[in-house]
């Protein structure tokens, strides 16, 4: 089986094509994998930075976390689920016993492991999956749409973190990545007042104009535009920090007016430094963090959405490549590109 293997604690991966063959276990299933996609983790991973060797990965490992695929085998005690259905898979995996597990908050799993880093994952012609964390695609999605669920479900997730409250505010998102944009799409047509997407990359500034937030430059003066926007106000009511990039969290902290909610989304390399007394403090600042989907509260909305039209995933692709191309995908992740698919059919 042809596969991205992550090998050593060292930089790099290894396409091979000559992975073993996934088989379905007591409550799992093998699904033959249609689209998967890549994210800013793969990246960290590839690199073997800081913030990749925290996640503490079983190695040597299938990379691949975000993807859906065709169930071909099923395993024994796997009820709901049969050979031809089309899943997108959930890429934390929980234990079920901690008390977050027992108190509706898995999302926090005192022992999560996660898909393509402590099992093997998706970057690969076929996957084994338990069977809890597959999630059977409405009628008419594709494949590629599915592959990026558990992306759009972060942004989905940071919305419902932020307690919805978009409405009429006024909204500032730090890195327009594809998180970020969904943040973007999502807070527009929940009516905000307004919304500006703050990224250093042209490219991804011009996706956000297009789909009509204000895009700014990190050194465009961020701080002084939101306060004009919003004027006695002092400053935007919710922003949500996408980017993980040193210092973006002071910049926010200034930018938000008095009461306003930050919810952190991007993983940091680094400690990053918070001004207690001048902003949780003397300013009232809510400061909220996520960690995958909430299960399932998360997926639900998702689905809802896509399958009532309101939001579409499709505009966020814009490569689909082989597995052999692992190397030029993460490259493209810091260039001229949104959401980078490796579709294993095409060789």
Known sequence: ???????????????????????????????????????????????????????????????????????????AGVTGLKVGDQVALESHLTCGQCFPCRTGDAHTCERTGILGMHIDGVFAEYAAVPQDICVKLPTGLSLESGALLEAAGVAV?????????????????SGAGPVGLVVVNLALLMGASHVIAVDPNPYRRAQAEKLGAIALHPNDGIVERCRELTGRRGGFDVAFECSGAPGTLATLFEAVRREATVITVGHPSRPAEVDIAAHINKKGITLRGIFGRRLWETWEQSLLLLDSGKLDLDWLITHRMKLSQIDEAVELLTGDACKVLLIPDLG
């Not at 290894?14 to 983790?41: F, R």
């Not at 940071?158 to 009429?168: M, P």
């Open 1 to 75: 089986m042809r596969a991205v293997v992550k090998n050593a604690a060292e930089r790099g991966v290894k396409y091979v094509t000559d992975a073993g063959d996934p088989k379905a276990t007591e409550g799992s299933v093998v699904i033959q994998v249609g689209a998967a996609s890549l994210c800013g983790t793969d990246r960290e991973l590839y690199e073997w930075t800081p913030s990749a060797q925290a996640f503490n990965l079983n190695l040597p490992v299938i990379l691949g976390h975000e993807g859906a695929g065709t169930v071909v085998e099923v395993g």
């Open 157 to 173: 997730h940071a919305i419902q973190r932020a307690n919805y409250s978009v409405a009429g505010r006024a909204v500032l998102v």
